[in-house]
């Protein structure tokens, strides 16, 4: 093992020729395990995790992660006045809970799972015709979107499937046949319920209950399909880096193998697959109109021997796509003792910002702090 961290950072070692060379094959990472390899490449060795960097305390803890129960929300209003602040102490102190009894029925979670293995396990030259680097496409296929960011310190051990469903609606056709119709019935349930949960937040802040929406919060939708396959070497490298997420907010639909972890009080600690949960977390976006009240924290996927693991990320932003709404600190929040922390910004601005930095493990919003 040390040999090869050593290797990795040796001069004489080409990083972009062995990038390339992966990339060209167009058959992510998966296409690796397919092959039979038994060490993983060098791209894929991750200072994170194989000892060359520094990490945070993985020692024993009794966190318990926040779970939810969503049921009769709008049927009792003491019930609803706890959700509110359940929801409100979580993505205060966590950034991060854990949902049921959403609304969104098992049996489309389950398909919704069905689909996302379906398309990456289907013939690769099926999978090819999706595979580029364009994120002005509507969907988009390949291993790690900041592969030859310069800043990013390995390559991830996954694939991934990006289709942006929102603001204007995605014509099905251009969606992979192996998901197409879950993938369109998945994106009106998941909208339905962030909904529902950006009015409990406006409402956790003290606002009407329709104020985020009428920010255009819910306007994007982006719905990123992962595939983590079995790694022969997980010590070495990582599914998914430390990060935050450039959106408003995530719901995350995981399998039952797990991998997921949250930094919480400087402890990495694992997220639970709960069987016909959903995972949702404050992003940046929404940690910045927020003031800080809600916060955006790290959190990342390991790789595992047993796979293949899948999960699907639905991202409230509009993304990459032309925005010219200026999101800043919402008014009604600051005062003489609460200043705007944090300048304005337009969702494409930040986003771009976030795709050039790519996941090099520093905050996307430390460049509008005020």
Same mark, same amino acid.
């Given at each position: %093992? ?6 990795? =950072? ?19 990472? &998966? ?12 791209? *894929? ?19 318990? !992660? ?8 709008? &049927? ?14 979580? /993505?205060?102190?966590?950034? *991060?809970?854990?949902? +049921?009894?959403?609304?969104?029925? #098992?049996?489309?979670?389950?398909? %919704? ?5 379906? =398309? ?24 790690? *979107? ?32 192996? $998901? ?21 937040? /406006? ?11 009428? %920010?255009?919060? /819910? ?5 990123? $399909? ?6 022969? @070497? ?13 959106? !408003? ?11 997921? @972890? ?24 929404? @940690? ?23 999960? #699907?990320?639905?991202? =409230? ?12 600190? +919402? ?18 601005? *930040? ?5 050039? &930095? ?13």
């Amino acid at each position: %093992m040390v040999q090869q961290i050593q290797d990795n =950072f040796s001069p004489n070692y080409d990083k972009n020729i062995e990038l390339k060379a992966f990339d060209d094959t167009k058959a992510g990472v &998966k296409g690796l395990v397919d092959a039979g390899i038994t060490e993983i490449p060098r791209i *894929f060795i991750h200072p994170e995790v194989s000892g060359s960097g520094s990490s945070p305390s993985l020692e024993e803890t009794h966190f318990s !992660f926040p779970l939810i129960d969503l049921e009769n929300i709008n &049927k009792d209003p003491v019930r609803h006045k706890e959700i509110v602040k359940k929801i409100g102490d979580a /993505s205060e102190t966590w950034g *991060f809970f854990q949902v +049921i009894n959403h609304g969104i029925p #098992v049996s489309v979670l389950d398909e %919704m799972m069905r689909g996302a293995r379906g =398309f990456f396990e289907q013939d690769i030259e099926v999978k090819k015709k999706y595979y580029h680097r364009d994120y002005t496409q509507r969907v988009v296929y390949n291993s790690n *979107f900041d592969l030859y960011s310069p800043k990013t310190l390995a390559a991830n051990w996954r694939d991934s499937l990006y289709s942006t469903m929102g603001p204007d609606p995605l014509n099905p056709e251009e969606l992979p046949e192996a $998901c197409r119709e879950i993938v369109m019935e998945y994106s009106h349930h998941v909208m339905k319920m962030g909904c529902t949960l950006l009015e409990l937040l /406006s409402e956790r802040l003290g606002l009407k209950p329709s104020h985020l929406k009428e %920010m255009e919060c /819910s306007e994007g939708l982006g719905i990123l $399909c992962n595939y983590y396959p079995a790694c022969p @070497q997980p010590e070495l490298t990582i599914g998914l880096s430390k990060h935050t997420d450039n959106d !408003f907010f995530t719901v995350l639909l995981q399998d039952h193998i797990g991998g997921l @972890q949250v930094l919480h009080q400087n402890h990495w600690v694992d997220v639970p697959p709960t069987p016909g949960s959903l995972v949702i977390n404050i992003g940046d976006v929404l @940690q910045l109109i927020s003031n800080d009240k809600f916060k955006s924290v790290d959190h990342r996927a390991l790789s595992n021997k047993v796979g293949p693991r899948i999960s #699907v990320a639905s991202f =409230f932003s509009s993304g990459p796509l032309p925005s010219s709404r200026l999101y800043g600190p +919402i008014e009604e929040l600051l005062s003489e003792d609460n200043p705007p922390k944090y300048r304005a910004t337009t969702l494409k601005e *930040f986003y771009d910002y976030f795709s050039k &930095k790519g996941l090099d493990g520093t905050s996307t919003l430390s460049h509008l702090r005020i």
